[in-house]
């Protein structure tokens, strides 16, 4: 989010929105991070954990897409947040109760979605940045739609290649939750410094 911010060059006022809109999202990590803490997970070790390839392959097409072009990078966005019906907290609520009775394990894995939630619809995150951006700069919008509509493509793509990964490499029994640091044996530390 912060590279898609500082490479945003065809507008000031549509960077002021990109980083309106990621500054406000930039910490929730934290809230999911406490969630799976709540559940018993090891917190210290959910943060040395290494991604998964397919994780890792996402952040880096995110974050190449976000150096490379704003109006992909904004589309990209609206699919992983994508425009709503303004709700209310109380629907928000009615949800998070209802995944709870089903899965009552999860609990507050579900409690910290929740609060991710409820500060999505304070701060009226069912707009999107992108529908600003296309009223605003139409011409520079509709010039870039082919390269727009590729990265859109791309993200649901890996998306897609994300969920596998986590189903393929947890489906398999006794693997380490979370994903375990790779140890290195003594002699292969002074060839990695």
């Keep these: 989010m912060a590279a898609g911010s ?18 406000e999202e ?16 090891d917190r210290e ?20 897409l976000a150096v490379s072009n704003s109006f992909s990078y904004a589309a990209a966005f609206a699919v992983m947040q994508p425009k709503t019906e303004r709700r209310d907290r109380s629907q928000v609520e009615l949800f998070y109760n209802h995944l709870t009775n089903l899965y009552p394990f999860a609990k507050e894995m579900f409690v910290a979605f929740q609060k991710h939630a409820f500060m999505d619809v304070d701060l009226g995150h069912n707009e999107i940045v992108l529908e600003k951006v296309c ?3 139409p011409s520079q919008v509709f010039n870039a739609q ?3 509509i590729a990265a859109v493509r791309a993200v649901v793509e890996h998306f897609i290649l994300f969920f596998e990964g986590i189903q393929s490499y947890y489906s398999e029994p006794r ?15 002074a060839h990695r410094t």
């Design 45 to 64: 070790k959910i943060i040395v954990a290494p991604p998964l390839p397919s994780t890792h392959a996402l952040i880096n097409f995110l974050y190449e």
């Design 175 to 189: 693997m380490p939750i979370p994903r375990a640091v790779v140890a290195w044996p003594r002699q292969l530390d």
């Design 26 to 41: 930039c910490d929730h990590g934290d809230i999911f991070l406490e969630g799976l803490a709540k559940c018993g997970l």
């Design 6 to 23: 500082a490479n945003c060059r065809e507008d000031s006022v549509v960077r002021e929105w990109f980083v309106k809109h990621y500054v």
């Design 146 to 148: 082919t390269q727009i």
């Design 135 to 137: 009223e605003r700069l």
